[in-house]
């Protein structure tokens, strides 16, 4: 199985900070990563797919990139809508597995 | 709008079966793959079972495999996850979940809760 290594596993940060979360991959997953947001007490939204392609109706302030087998997630401008958890995901082989999480607080 | 929602959920013994169904609207169903996944409390997410957009092909994690069966219904726009011989490692969230270019998923509905205690 693929193992999605997701760093870091907390993160405090202020207003308008940015704000970046990795994930690095134990192989080549080619451009077969997605990042979700989790919301407190609500389902999981696509934020990233393909690695850097921004899903329909997500902030700008929201980037997706790639170097090698490490995938970043960068918020530009944190804002208090920004607060939750967020998870990666790779879909390039059986079973589709998903990072750990990253839990976001406003600091 | 796309909606996708979730019914079937509940307390079971361990080792008995539950269905879960989930009811699509807002696109053509039977243009997409779904998906179920699913999130123990507190943790975090896991991929349990995807069908094609016919209902021809399946997949699952070995986890689950030969105890959940997952299923559609293209005219009643409802996908189904037959869980059999279900475990106390099986309580969780189950996320019906639709699939965009490949096993990534854009929408999910609003979860129903499992769980498996005797």
């Known amino acids: 199985d693929i193992q999605m290594t997701q760093s870091p596993a907390s993160l405090s940060a202020s207003l308008e900070e940015i704000v970046t979360i990795t994930c690095q991959a134990s192989?080549?997953?080619?451009?077969?990563l997605a990042w979700y947001q989790q919301k407190p007490g609500k389902s999981p939204q696509l934020l990233i797919y393909d690695a850097t392609s921004l899903a329909d109706g997500v902030p700008s302030r929201f980037s997706g990139s790639r170097s090698g087998t490490q995938y970043s997630l960068k918020i530009s401008r944190l804002q208090v809508e920004d607060i939750g958890s967020y998870y990666c995901q790779q879909a390039h082989s059986n079973p589709y597995t998903f990072g750990a999480g990253t839990k976001l607080e406003l600091k | 709008e796309v909606q996708l929602v979730e019914t079937g959920g509940g307390l079971v013994q361990p080792g008995r079966s539950l269905k879960l169904s989930c009811v699509a609207s807002g696109f053509t169903f039977n243009n997409y793959w779904m998906s179920w996944t699913r999130q123990a409390p507190g943790k975090g997410l896991e991929w349990v079972a995807s069908?094609?957009?016919?209902?021809?092909?399946?997949y699952y994690p070995d986890s689950v495999k030969g105890r959940f069966t997952i299923s559609r219904d293209n005219a009643q726009n409802t996908l189904y996850l037959q869980m059999n011989s279900l475990r106390s490692e099986d309580t969780a969230t189950y996320y019906c979940?639709?699939?965009?270019?490949?096993?990534?998923?854009?929408?999910w509905g609003q979860g129903v809760m499992v769980t498996v205690s005797s």
């Open positions: 069908i094609t957009n016919s209902g021809g092909s399946t």
């Open positions: 979940t639709r699939e965009y270019g490949g096993p990534l998923f854009d929408y």
């Open positions: 192989q080549d997953i080619g451009n077969w």
